[in-house]
């Protein structure tokens, strides 16, 4: 049997990313030979991770890519188990390749980027299992948006659980952030009202019908009971209508006509949002334990 040496380790860890005594049972196995050992490993870490595809990832970051021109830039998310994973700066720094590759190479969807080759070798499929192998859970890419800007991009990180990107025309830098900010706190659905989704605001109008029928007026004072409404909530999910988080007296569409701007559109982010996260019942555990 080869002598598995210290620096042999050393070299497939650096290849790897994986832990010492993993790399170590590796080469032992490979008899020495490194290629063997590392191909072993990608196979033993590609298994790791389809087990680990049926968990729930409902943590994890949002993270950001933005070319120095400001006209090129991406949004992703990336979905691991636990707030724990979340923080690691592997996962973290991974969250961003992501977000940089988006960018780059314009992928039409999840499935056809992480199969993109790096510049540096390797895909970022095989990054992510090498990851799954390395910390232990299962790691997704959930959803990305790109953007080729009108103008130049703004964008707001709150931490990295909530994630704002926005293509501003005109105005200037700071105007930028504070409407990135704005998006962040007050989470409108789309720019305008042109753009409410049909069935979303068809939702509504059929729930403001029922509530204002109940109130036994007439028809005609019912229907205008529930345009009223209707322009209220358009005010309420509308980057444009909603009051700028830090002048409320002023709208958002008054402030962009101040500074002769516009906003192209926005993409909002938040980790997790309407994934079921996995609630752990230690009490049936125990229970379950103890009949056993």
Request: aromatic share 4%.
């Amino acid at each position: 049997m080869a002598e598995i040496t210290a620096s042999m380790v050393k070299e497939l860890r650096e290849m790897t990313g994986l832990g010492m005594m993993e790399c170590k049972r590796a080469l032992s196995e490979a008899q020495g030979d490194l290629k063997a050992a590392e191909d072993l490993l990608r196979i033993r870490s590609g298994a790791k991770a389809s087990k680990a595809a049926g968990r729930v990832a409902a943590e994890g970051v949002v993270a950001s890519w933005v070319a120095e021109d400001g006209k090129l830039g991406a949004l992703v998310e990336v979905n691991c188990e636990t707030d724990f994973v979340a923080k690691n700066e592997d996962f973290i720094g991974f969250a961003r390749l992501v977000a940089e590759q988006v960018a780059q190479q314009d992928p039409a969807h999840v499935d056809r980027l992480v199969q993109h080759t790096l510049p540096q070798g390797g895909t970022l499929e095989t990054q992510r299992k090498a990851l799954v192998m390395k910390l232990g859970e299962n790691i997704t890419v959930r959803r990305f948006d790109r953007f080729q800007a009108a103008g130049r991009l703004a964008q707001y990180l709150h931490g990295t659980r909530i994630g704002v990107m926005l293509d501003l025309v005109g105005g200037d830098e700071s105007l930028g952030r504070d409407l990135a900010m704005h998006v962040a706190a007050s989470k409108p659905v789309c720019v305008s009202k042109e753009e409410v989704p049909s069935e979303l605001l068809l939702k509504e109008r059929e729930i403001y019908t029922a509530q204002a029928a109940e109130s036994g007026k007439p028809a005609d004072i019912v229907t205008r009971m529930v345009e009223g409404r209707i322009v209220k909530y358009l005010a309420e999910v509308t980057l444009l209508g909603q009051p700028f988080v830090k002048n409320p007296d002023q709208t958002v569409e008054q402030l962009l006509t101040a500074r002769q701007a516009k906003v192209q559109r926005f993409a909002l982010m938040v980790v997790g949002e309407g994934l079921e996260k996995k609630v752990d019942n230690f009490a049936a555990e125990v229970a379950a334990a103890a009949g056993a």
